[in-house]
């Protein structure tokens, strides 16, 4: 029993923390995430994916064949003036597409909402409509939303957008929207090419991800009753699919997620958290003014079309958008299509198209690491601050060396998601870490304490009355006459012996002897204050240093101690009764001596004087 008790003395420290290891780890993953922490730690989360997509994003290049084409503030300003008022006619679309088409571009997408207008132009629409559906290539949106049922009663859609998605081995349960703004319906009927440009943003406002896959259910006519799910693509992935399929043979014909929770696109994968959403990998910060994909301004393309059908030089490069992607879209804060992003405050929301298309074309979309590896992550981190803790001694070592694993672990993250595209935690595990780097602090330091007692109890303390040792009492008196010198109060030193102890060792035994020296300690610590030491001075000799004590009232104190010595049979054993005297000497500080020696020499010759006088009594010279 005693060599197990020591065995879990001397990995005390293991054990502890082992325990405060779980405990942490159960507390942040079962306990902790209600609502509002996991909020918290999802904002932090989010920052440092953030930071990190800074960082990285300055060694990617954005795929130059996609172009951009923006109605900015100077363009805005242009069409305002020219058509007098927002939205502006389709027809102005409708030319804008011949001219772009004219040069062979491989696609375009209209990043715009071609909704029923009050200032709507008939004869405008159709053309647009006539224009659209001439070119197989070009693309369109829709927006859904959950505006309420009063307002607005859920349009009808019909099967032609809807798209047959395999969802049998994966957990996917897309995003569903209850209400749609609808497009004009004759563009649903002259094209398929229509895909919806939903981007919900996070808690704290950002865009970081969009909904691959919407669900948009079918809904009774006239009635809030839904009869079926229907699935739509957002409307990159759909120009992306027929990429893939034109231009690599990627014979991508049925929708299938697998077991991974990956869109398979041919070659490639998208990966899908269980909303449907995927992580964008972002290409530096754009801004108004892009320095990643190409931009054009929207007033730009109507001049250079003006310019050429007057025969005159044009302002754009001939065949600028040739075998080019082309998302056509809007930059101006007044038409609220200005995203903020983890690279970016201020982007333009046809830029996330153009993201989404580029990390497709260079399969580069993030995904997160499972929960088991990121709890394995935490683990080792936490791991790692431990060791710093109970390893290495020094404090400034240790702290520097953990700071270097959390430095180390940072640059991990970052490297995972620049080769890998892997979103590692860095919010729990590094809060975890430093949690319990101070708290495994908290408990090594605690132990420290307790050993350092523990030892300076074994050298001050006598083992078998628990009494002061003969070396504190030294101690001690030196520390008393230093303090009484500079106080003016003086001190008194009480010099106990039991009397005739010899004979009742021989009588009784030894261990009779222990416990009566055992009872005497007790009863002395018991009749002097707290701030007075008991010690054991040699064999039955005691001594008690009076604090703050004159020597009258110190001589009271001794008798009284003598008397309650006496008063009191001791019981040896349940048979055995026995009386215990003691005899005791008197010393003050400064009357009876100045040395620590003078006046242990006063107060024994007081016991002796009171041996000499027939014992059990305070002596007096």
């Known amino acids: 029993m005693n060599n197990f008790i020591n065995l879990l003395y001397r990995h005390r420290y293991d054990i502890f923390f082992s325990i405060l290891l779980f405990i942490l780890i159960f507390a942040f993953f079962i306990i902790i995430p209600k609502e509002e922490t996991k909020n918290i730690i999802n904002i932090t989360e989010n920052k440092t994916f953030d930071i990190r997509q800074n960082i990285i994003s300055k060694n990617k290049k954005a795929n130059k064949d996609i172009v951009i084409v923006t109605v900015d503030d100077p363009s805005y300003e242009y069409l305002i003036d020219k058509y007098g008022d927002w939205p502006i006619p389709r027809s102005v679309y409708a030319d804008l597409l011949n001219y772009i088409q004219a040069q062979n571009p491989k696609y375009v997408a209209f990043d715009l909402l071609f909704i029923k207008t009050l ?23 829709i927006n859904f939303d959950d505006y309420s049922f009063d307002l607005r009663m859920p349009p009808l859609i019909g099967k032609k957008l809807n798209s047959e998605i395999n969802f049998d081995k994966s957990k996917i349960k897309p995003l569903k929207f209850t209400n749609c703004r609808m497009i004009i319906p004759e563009l649903i009927e002259a094209t398929d090419n229509i895909g919806h440009i939903n981007t919900p943003k996070s808690d704290d406002g950002f865009i970081r991800t969009v909904p691959i896959i919407i669900n948009y259910p079918k809904y009774q006519k006239n009635s809030t009753q839904e009869i079926e799910d229907n699935y739509y693509l957002y409307l990159t992935v759909k120009l992306a699919i027929d990429y893939l399929n034109k231009y690599e043979n990627a014979g991508i014909k049925n929708l299938i997620i697998d077991k991974n929770n990956n869109l398979i696109l041919g070659s490639r994968k998208i990966p899908l958290m269980n909303d449907a959403q995927t992580i964008l990998n972002w290409y530096g910060d754009s ?209 106990i012996d039991i009397d005739f102890f010899k004979k009742f060792n021989d009588k009784y035994g030894h261990q009779a002897g222990d416990a009566v020296l055992k009872h005497v300690a007790r009863t002395l610590k018991s009749c002097v204050r707290n701030n007075d030491f008991v010690c054991r001075y040699g064999g039955e000799e005691m001594t008690i240093l009076l604090n703050n004590t004159n020597h009258k009232d110190a001589v009271k104190i001794a008798e009284d101690i003598c008397t309650s010595i006496a008063s009191k049979k001791y019981a040896l054993n349940p048979d055995l009764e026995v009386n215990i005297t003691i005899s005791l000497g008197v010393a003050t500080y400064p009357d009876n001596g100045k040395t ?26």
């Open 119 to 141: 200032n709507r132009i008939p004869k405008s629409d159709e053309k647009f409509i006539k224009v659209f559906k001439k070119y197989n290539n070009t693309y369109t949106a």
């Open 287 to 495: 801004g108004l003014i892009a320095d990643t994909f190409k931009y054009v301004s929207f007033w730009q393309v109507l001049k250079s079309l003006e310019a050429k059908n007057k025969g005159e030089k044009e302002l754009l490069p001939k065949d600028f958008f040739k075998d080019k992607i082309v998302y056509i879209g809007t930059n101006v804060f007044s038409l609220s299509d200005i995203k903020t992003v983890p690279t970016s405050k201020y982007l333009p929301g046809v830029e996330i198209h153009a993201t989404l298309l580029n990390n497709i074309l260079d399969n580069n979309l993030i995904h997160k690491a499972s929960l088991k590896y990121n709890i394995l992550i935490s683990i080792i981190l936490a791991l790692s601050a431990a060791y710093t803790v109970f390893k290495i001694r020094s404090v400034s070592i240790s702290v520097i060396l953990f700071s270097c694993f959390i430095m180390l672990y940072l640059y991990f993250s970052i490297f995972v998601m620049e080769k890998f595209y892997v979103w590692i935690w860095v919010a729990i595990p590094v809060i975890l870490a430093i949690l319990i780097f101070i708290v495994a602090y908290i408990i090594k330091y605690f132990f420290k304490s307790r050993d350092f007692e523990y030892t300076y109890k074994l050298a001050t303390t006598d083992g078998l009355t628990e009494l002061y040792n003969h070396r504190f009492f030294q101690e001690q008196i030196r520390k008393n006459i230093i303090i009484s010198d500079k106080t003016k109060i003086p001190f008194s030193l009480i010099i």
């Open 596 to 621: 620590p020696s003078e006046i242990i020499e006063y107060a024994d010759k007081c016991l002796y004087k009171a041996k000499e006088n027939g014992r059990n009594q305070v002596g007096n010279l």
